[in-house]
Nanobody, 124 residues
């Protein structure tokens, strides 16, 4: 079993920044792909960003490209999501997920372990 725990959410004004962190248990963290998804009230969960096992391949939703950056520190079993130029449309619960297969994916169904989520609220 892999435990995934997100942190770093909060309330920020439009144009501001936040950095989300995601810590995952397990000695094989460095072999997992990791992804970030978000879900706004009344909306379906949507892909935000993903990184492959090594950190060498990243993917982003069009809506966050150029504003968000995903990175990972395998020595700390942690993945980050740096979010800049935040807008009210970015308001959502952000979820971190781990995929045992090391290849990054945009599909939520391909991730094996999920965290409880962290709320990000962007005020206008």
């Amino acid at each position: 079993q892999v435990h995934v725990v997100e942190s770093g959410g909060g309330l920020v004004q439009a144009g501001g920044s936040l950095r989300l962190s995601c810590a995952a248990s397990g000695r094989t963290f460095s072999s997992y792909a990791m992804g970030w998804f978000r879900q706004a009230p009344g909306s379906e969960r949507e892909f935000v960003s993903a990184v492959n096992w090594s950190g060498g391949i990243t993917q982003y939703a069009d809506s966050v490209k150029g504003r968000f950056t995903i990175s990972r520190e395998n020595a700390k079993n942690t993945v980050y999501l740096q979010m800049n130029s935040l807008q009210p449309d970015d308001t959502a619960v952000y979820y971190c997920a781990a995929r045992v297969a090391g290849r990054a994916s945009v599909a939520a169904s391909e991730y094996d372990y999920w965290g409880q989520g962290t709320q990000v609220t962007v005020s206008s």
